[in-house]
């Protein structure tokens, strides 16, 4: 989501408001007896595919719980400082679970579920918050500028990713120092960029999310947490997510060594679903209240964080664990941006939607999932 929207706190504040639904927290609340069971099906060394479910599952509260604790703390720590700590840990559970996942040297599933998170945000999630926001409304509508200037950022992140696999393609050279030191060039390039975002969003045109802020402003939680609470379930909560991290490796790899399922599916798919569910809840759950831009701003925003932020991040992750990682993604993963790229920006050009055209993101996301099942 853009950080003008995440610096204001409203994960968690909108949804916990008067017009909570008292189904969604306790579906997402609910879900934290999986911990538990998580553990037990590890010491009882049960089969790995029942530990890859229960741990995915106790993983979704846990998100929920990251984003309202660092929430809760950059709103008492002011806008500059806050929006710091929501870029950040803005995408925390998925940085988390990519780093577990590069030091089991799973570095495929890592990149695919990098491609997996952004494709996933601005189809399935965007799509589904347009299908079921519009549906009995005429359209919804959001700003132009606010949603040009994602399309831009998404855009300048596509080439960033796409350069390392098109300078093999031209060159012929697959050597892994030359690839490295390409992908090294371009994470740092990219940290520029989302740093230049990052003022953008909380400085220079922070008024162009007025809508955004007026909706988080005007909710409130039950009850005000300290800084030293926020920061007390953020650690938990950040522990936590580590060592279910570490059981849902463990069952990736029975999904891919025994059952056979690609690399690439269980990257782009189900890793990047997991770690993004709340989320996903949330963008959708302000799309049937009409707050389309709010919406946007989370799937849009949180696709750019990751490949702005985290992957590159992850580059250098790599080289301090030993494992590097590299940012050449196959031809069938830069399609699926690409892909993603072109209809987001068609969809979002008018600045409005209507639930046909979030539909058309939603069959296109599915079509690119039944590739990637069957990608070797």
Do not use: C
């Not at 990219?190 to 008024?207: G, I, K, N, W």
């Amino acid at each position: 989501m853009s950080l003008a929207t995440r610096s204001l706190g409203y994960i968690g504040l909108d949804l916990e408001g008067p017009e909570t639904s008292p189904l969604y927290e306790r579906v997402i609340y609910g879900l934290l007896i999986f911990i538990p069971l998580a553990l037990l099906v590890r010491l009882l060394h049960l089969p790995e595919l029942a530990l890859f479910i229960t741990s995915a599952l106790a993983i979704v509260p846990l998100a929920k719980i990251l984003g309202t604790a660092t929430e809760e703390l950059a709103a008492r720590v002011g806008s500059g400082l806050g929006g710091l700590l929501n870029a950040t840990f803005g995408n925390a559970t998925e940085l988390i679970i990519a780093v577990i996942a590069l030091n089991a040297g799973l570095i495929e599933v890592v990149k695919a579920s990098l491609v997996g998170s952004i494709i996933g945000n601005v189809l399935f999630v965007l799509g589904l918050a347009m299908f079921l926001g519009g549906l009995g409304r005429q359209r919804q509508v959001f700003n132009r500028t606010g949603a040009s200037a994602n399309a831009s950022q998404f855009a300048l992140a596509a080439v960033g990713l796409a350069v390392p696999q098109f300078y093999i393609i031209a060159t012929h050279k697959t050597d892994a120092l030359t690839t490295e030191e390409i992908s090294l060039g371009v994470a740092i390039i990219l940290l520029l960029a989302y740093v230049a975002q990052m003022v953008f969003f909380l400085r220079t045109h922070a008024h162009l999310y007025n809508d955004a802020e007026e909706a988080a402003l005007h909710t409130t939680h039950g009850s005000a947490w300290t800084p030293r609470h926020a920061l007390v379930v953020l650690g938990g909560a950040t522990v936590l997510i580590a060592g279910l991290s570490e059981l849902l490796v463990e069952g990736v790899a029975y999904l891919t060594t025994t059952l056979g399922w690609s690399n690439a599916f269980v990257g782009v798919i189900l890793i990047a679903i997991i770690g993004n569910a709340a989320e996903h809840l949330t963008a959708v759950t302000v799309a049937l209240r009409d707050r389309m831009e709010l919406a946007l701003a989370i799937a849009t925003g949180s696709a750019l964080q990751i490949a702005l932020f985290v992957a590159p991040l992850l580059v250098f992750v790599g080289l301090l664990l030993g494992r590097p990682m590299n940012l050449v993604f196959t031809l069938f993963e830069l399609v699926a941006i690409g892909v993603a790229l072109l209809l987001t920006h068609l969809v979002a050009q008018d600045g409005e939607s209507n639930w046909l055209e979030g539909l058309q993101l939603l069959a296109a996301y599915a079509i690119l999932a039944v590739g990637f099942f069957f990608v070797p």
